[in-house]
């Protein structure tokens, strides 16, 4: 089943949850609507659910207006962040539960339920658990139950609020590969909400970044990542350093001529020394030792900076740094810089020593006005 959205508000008070949303979803996608706390995805998925009404706008599933269709009659499963299972039955009877509520003229025989729940628990590998009531269960073993319970109904829609933010690091990142082999296997048209980065590049066919009641970008998980369309989407999709400067005529430039770094940027060719910032992710940093002369004129360009803190375990060291003169940066804050573990030993730093540090890719955008950034794109 398809889903269409189209032009969605709807305001809380004076609050602003949704702002003319518009999305196409397609028939056996697995979507993601990523974002911050107050952005407006669960709203969104509530108004697709049926669970809230929207002030203004359109859902249609298969090209039929859904919007005045009570929540009973949408076929939708939903699968809440805490489980939401029936504490005082058993697992097999909170699977069987939406089955046994269907009309008398629909519901299926008792041996028909039973085979089918069965089918259900054996999908998510939990058939053993049948007799345990939830107390007993994990709360991972307690999310699978409440997709099976989800799926019992045969919904053309699938819905999940935050399924996996109840659960521990290691546990979440089990049932989020899981949930992708599953949803490969039934190809039921899903929604996901979630404001973990991770989850969503991981697991989704394709991410829906929301801020502030709005759309900022759709696209698969690479293209979000490899082109953000905005700052804000650059700065949400994992860590990153933000430098300020200069643009001009397709360059930036970070830090006095003669001590700082230039950058391209052709996409600005037309900036005529206007104020740009540049997003560049820890891992584009390179990072070598500071001598006497760098950034000087004599040795290579580079942004001086002190090394704070180092952490270096597993295969990745990551360092934090501060420039040894903030008006290079246009920042005091802190910069992370993430680099093999084998180079950072071959470098042989210590807390306190000077580096010299150098973009090797980075994202510029150019300000229009102090409080409206031009969006490259």
Same mark, same amino acid.
């Given at each position: 089943?398809?889903?269409? %959205?189209?032009?969605?508000?709807?305001?809380?008070g004076?609050?602003?949850?949704?702002?003319?949303?518009?999305?196409?979803?397609?028939?056996?996608?697995?979507?993601?609507?990523?974002?911050?706390?107050?952005?407006g &995805?669960?709203? =969104?998925?509530?108004?697709?659910?049926?669970?809230?009404?929207?002030?203004?706008?359109?859902?249609?599933?298969?090209?039929?207006?859904?919007?005045?269709?009570?929540?009973?009659?949408?076929?939708?499963?939903?699968? @809440?962040?805490?489980?939401?299972l029936?504490?005082?039955?058993?697992? @097999?009877?909170?699977?069987?539960?939406?089955?046994?509520?269907?009309?008398?003229?629909?519901?299926?025989?008792?041996?028909? %339920?039973?085979?089918?729940?069965h089918?259900?628990?054996?999908l998510?590998?939990?058939?053993?658990?049948?007799?345990?009531?939830?107390?007993?269960?994990?709360?991972?073993?307690?999310?699978?139950i409440?997709?099976?319970?989800? =799926?019992?109904?045969?919904? &053309?829609?699938? =819905?999940?609020?935050?399924?996996?933010?109840?659960?521990?690091?290691?546990?979440?990142?089990?049932?989020?590969?899981?949930?992708?082999?599953?949803?490969?296997?039934?190809?039921?048209?899903?929604?996901?909400?979630?404001?973990?980065?991770?989850?969503?590049?991981?697991?989704?066919?394709?991410?829906?970044?929301?801020?502030?009641?709005?759309?900022?970008q759709?696209?698969?998980?690479?293209?979000?990542?490899?082109?953000?369309?905005?700052?804000?989407?650059?700065g949400?999709?994992?860590?990153?350093?933000?430098?300020?400067?200069?643009?001009?005529?397709?360059?930036?430039? %970070?830090?006095?001529?003669r001590?700082?770094?230039?950058?391209?940027?052709?996409?600005?060719?037309?900036a005529?020394?206007? &104020?740009? @910032?540049?997003?560049?992710?820890?891992?584009?940093?390179?990072v070598?030792?500071?001598?006497?002369?760098?950034?000087?004129?004599?040795?290579?360009?580079?942004?001086?900076?002190?090394?704070?803190?180092a952490?270096?375990?597993?295969?990745?060291?990551?360092?934090e740094?501060?420039?040894?003169?903030?008006?290079t940066?246009?920042?005091?804050?802190?910069?992370?810089?993430? =680099?093999?573990?084998?180079?950072?030993?071959?470098?042989?730093?210590?807390?306190?020593?000077?580096?010299?540090?150098?973009?090797? &890719?980075?994202?510029v955008f150019?300000?229009?006005?102090?409080d409206?950034?031009?969006?490259?794109?």
């Amino acid at each position: 089943m398809s889903i269409a %959205i189209r032009n969605v508000n709807k305001a809380f008070g004076t609050f602003q949850a949704l702002n003319d949303v518009s999305l196409d979803i397609e028939s056996g996608e697995l979507v993601a609507l990523l974002g911050p706390s107050g952005c407006g &995805k669960t709203t =969104l998925l509530r108004i697709i659910a049926g669970l809230e009404t929207a002030d203004q706008g359109n859902i249609l599933f298969s090209g039929e207006d859904t919007t005045d269709v009570h929540v009973r009659e949408r076929n939708v499963g939903f699968v @809440f962040q805490h489980y939401a299972l029936f504490t005082h039955m058993t697992v @097999f009877d909170n699977v069987a539960f939406g089955l046994r509520m269907k009309p008398r003229a629909v519901r299926p025989s008792e041996a028909v %339920i039973k085979q089918k729940v069965h089918e259900l628990l054996g999908l998510v590998q939990l058939d053993w658990l049948a007799d345990r009531y939830p107390a007993q269960l994990s709360g991972g073993q307690r999310q699978r139950i409440a997709l099976a319970r989800a =799926l019992a109904v045969e919904p &053309k829609v699938l =819905l999940l609020d935050e399924p996996f933010g109840a659960l521990d690091a290691k546990v979440r990142k089990e049932l989020r590969r899981w949930l992708r082999r599953l949803h490969d296997d039934l190809h039921v048209t899903s929604i996901f909400v979630t404001h973990d980065q991770e989850e969503a590049l991981e697991v989704a066919d394709r991410v829906v970044l929301m801020n502030s009641g709005k759309v900022e970008q759709i696209g698969s998980p690479q293209q979000v990542w490899e082109h953000p369309a905005s700052p804000f989407v650059y700065g949400f999709l994992g860590d990153v350093n933000l430098f300020h400067g200069r643009a001009h005529e397709g360059e930036m430039r %970070i830090g006095e001529d003669r001590h700082g770094v230039r950058l391209d940027s052709p996409e600005h060719s037309g900036a005529r020394d206007a &104020k740009a @910032f540049a997003y560049v992710r820890p891992h584009d940093l390179d990072v070598r030792r500071y001598v006497v002369g760098d950034s000087q004129g004599s040795g290579p360009r580079g942004i001086p900076a002190k090394l704070v803190r180092a952490i270096a375990v597993g295969p990745i060291a990551r360092l934090e740094l501060l420039p040894l003169d903030a008006t290079t940066t246009g920042s005091s804050d802190p910069i992370e810089a993430h =680099l093999p573990a084998q180079t950072y030993a071959a470098l042989a730093l210590r807390e306190g020593d000077t580096v010299l540090l150098t973009p090797r &890719k980075a994202r510029v955008f150019v300000e229009e006005t102090a409080d409206d950034p031009a969006l490259s794109i």
